[in-house]
């Protein structure tokens, strides 16, 4: 992470993996890093290095809008835990990144601290997020076809945390490798839901997730926001 600042003027660029996501303005505008040189030709540069996870969290929250958080520090962890909480937890000057309910980098708040947490936008789009797991389970399924009888069986076992995968509900169903979700739900429901049944399903299996052909999927970005960057 590159950060510009020139007498109140700034601007951070944001690298993952050696590919520039981009770059934004002290005035939440997005701008290229040749034209912040121009514009800033005097300004002290820091450069910070970011793990991968980390980096697209701070990328993706750039523009998030916050949200005040009723409980205080520590009561908001176990909160954020069962939310599986991806972004930015804020407590005055302190600033810790989530993803999937685990601190991945930073200084979490004092005990008592008042927060705000900000999340990426693409988080919340429940459509992309049910097709990008329906893609996951597809090619997981034609790697082991007996994903789907294992999967019935760990979504019974975890019914009792993540209601929406009672199967008696109909909400949630694999059948053939092919997903099927239907009901009212949210993002914060499904996905928490669809992870811990997925990577038990895996482990049932014996089955490793670097081992999967998934090199497609782990380019997109709903990869990180589904949680499987920690699984």
Do not use: K
């Amino acid at each position: 992470m590159l950060d510009l600042h020139d007498q109140g003027r700034w601007a951070r660029f944001v690298w993952v993996r050696g590919e520039l996501r981009g770059g934004v303005s002290a005035g939440g505008q997005e701008v290229p890093l040749d034209t912040a040189m121009r514009a800033l030709p005097r300004a002290e540069l820091s450069l910070t290095g970011l793990d991968a996870a980390l980096a697209e969290q701070v990328w993706r929250c750039r523009n998030a809008p916050p949200q005040a958080r009723e409980l205080p520090w520590p009561a908001l962890r176990d909160r954020l835990r069962a939310e599986y909480f991806s972004g930015m937890l804020v407590s005055g000057a302190v600033c810790s990144t989530w993803e999937a309910g685990r601190v991945i980098g930073g200084g979490l708040p004092l005990n008592g601290g008042r927060c705000v947490t900000l999340s990426p936008s693409d988080l919340l789009d429940l459509g992309s997020l049910v097709a990008f797991w329906r893609e996951l389970l597809a090619v997981t399924w034609r790697a082991n076809p007996g994903l789907g009888e294992v999967w019935a069986q760990v979504c019974v076992q975890l019914a009792a945390d993540h209601p929406v995968l009672d199967p008696f509900a109909h909400e949630v169903g694999l059948r053939g490798g092919v997903l099927s979700v239907s009901g009212d739900m949210t993002v914060g429901e499904l996905r928490p839901a669809l992870l811990s049944a997925y990577t038990l399903s895996l482990r049932r299996l014996g089955l490793r997730l670097q081992e999967l052909p998934l090199s497609e999927l782990r380019t997109q970005d709903l990869w990180l926001a589904a949680g499987l960057e920690s699984a």
